[in-house]
């Protein structure tokens, strides 16, 4: 192997770059771009949900449920209603979203030192609102119930209001933090695949692989060559896109950098190594990215990166074990929101190592085989 | 040790440029070249030559040390290339017909790339770059992209990268296919030129004129060598046969009627105009064929006795061997 050889390559390889802009955008560009739009996607917080209030009691209790409902800022109360045939109405026209009903009676089962029930109704067509919505409720529920609490010191068992929600959601957990750390891994891992999947059968399109191949250039030589400066790309890459995702949506840093960053980099030699594999198995760019697109489905659904894997049928879950990018997000998840070191996350990280080796160690064979036909 | 390839009776010669005996390739089923034995002397022009898909390129690649025989040997410049490439390649050159260069590096980065592959001392260098800008009718244009330069400029650029680090033997894959007449024959005297410097040519095309400014050729069909020799000794296969051009405007019409004539041997398009090949035996002259198609209700049919040419030959060749 010659050094020599390998920086010509290296440099041919940059210069070739710098004269492709589009590349050059698709590069560093396009993942600043999703990444601020797919955030902002997963980050919108509901606010402001149209609400229907039927309130049956008219009490002062009644009249303070309501007020902790519409101070929380989630919910907008759009009609008062007289009663709850009227709901159906108001929930199928979409003009409300959420509706409390109070019944009659409210105040004084409280007073009593009854549990009083109130109604939520949340409309269950958007299971994002459905989720969020019957969890703010829960919330402003809680907020009540305290706040009475409060007012009957010395009580232990202050009576309080029993919501009865179907949807049960954590309001805690914020989406973004567990989004924005897999969505960086996603979007770098797609914009590396399709350039680098089009690395080297462009090279046999235009008849240059065939020439190199009969000069003294070796085929560890040329891989290295077309690998390292997408490599650094991908090291740039990931630097733009981690600070915006941690100084942009303030996602809080709680692990060690060394972790993310050996997981990240596993993660994008992975990618590179995917993409390169595609390029050297496709004839023509068109296959190559239909190659592409066969492997991105997969990937998307089956790493947990939309749907959590837990929630996949059981049969589905063993599949999951042969897409690298769940183990890059359980180390980035891992990592950013819980602060898990390298023991807590070595079997991801050597999963990570061992898809590499034989990603690439594909690529040699595949290299040489090309290169045989 | 007998190899299966020794089928000339001599073995492989070290002191040729090329020099192989009983090469195979295989792919699956298909044998693509099929126990061809070849020599080519140093210094020489060799024309090889063959309809697409015969087995030339394939051959090429391994002689280029870039696919390997199913079994067989294959010497190039004295070196056994299907073991050791890596001796091969630093005094060989290869260009095809795609005049591969880095269409979005300039002129001089593309000969900067293959020098720096080749190991070239900054000296060398720069005189093998005057050279080639010379040759090429590229002065002044060192900082343009490969991709703006016309197709003459690029082959003849494609030429000079391919033959930077000046190698003994340079493979020629088809490389004057697409490119028109002036600039092909501007090309051959440059290759011209790199023979009379010692410069074994080793050349594909299936441009039929082209095949006489060979020195030696020799034709591949189905993977096989069908004939080999000087463009005079090729030619020699037809003297038992005449080979006469016939016009006429109802060419497609004329062509099925010779194809089926008693006494034809053959009969093809050959540009514009048909030849009928007929063996001399039942030859009558170019009169007797003209009165014949006349009869056939071809009235304008103007027939004259040719020299064969090395296509006739060919022709010829290919259809004797589909009979076999």
Redesign the interface.
Known sequence: MSL??IR?LV??EF??LR??PLLLRLLLLMPIIQLVGFGYVVSVDVRNLPTAVVDLDQTVVSRQLESSFTASGYFLVVARPDAETQLTSLLDTGVAKVALVIPQGTQDLLARGQTAPVGIVVDGSDSQIASVGSGYAAQAIARFNASRTAAFTGSLQAPGIDARTRVVFNPTLDPINTMIPGLVAAILMISLMSIMSQAVVRERE???L?????????PSEYLIGKVAPYALLAVAQLSVVAAIGMLWFKVPFNGSVWVVFVGLALFLLISVGLGLLVSLISRTRQQAQQALVFIMIPTMVLSGFIFPIESMPEAIQPLTYAVPLRYALTVLRGSFVKGSGFEALATPLWAMVGFAIVIFGAAVIATRRR??? | MTREGEVHGIPADPSAAISVRGLTKT?GNFTAVDGIDLDVPRGQVFGFLGPNGSGKTTTIRIL?????PRSGQALVLGEDVVAHP?RV??R?G?M?Q????????TVD?NLR??A????LDPAVFAARRRYILEMADLQGRERE?TRNLSVGWRQRLALGA?TIHEPDLL?LDEPTSGVDPVARRQFWDLLYELAGRGVTLFVTTHYMEEASHCHRLAFIYRGRIVAEGSPNEIRANLSTQRVYDVTVRDADLALGWLETADGIAEAYLSGAALHAVIDRGVDRGAGALRERLVAAGFADAVVVSVEPTIEDVFVNLVSREREA
């Open positions: 020599t050889r010509l440099w041919k210069l070739q004269r492709d235009s008849g240059t065939e020439q190199m191949f009969v000069t003294p250039i070796r290169i045989a036909e | 792919f280029t040390g870039t696919s390997a890596e390649r630093p060989i290869y095809s795609k005049f591969a260069l880095f269409e979005d590096l980065e790339f293959y720096g592959v080749y190991a992209l391919a493979f």
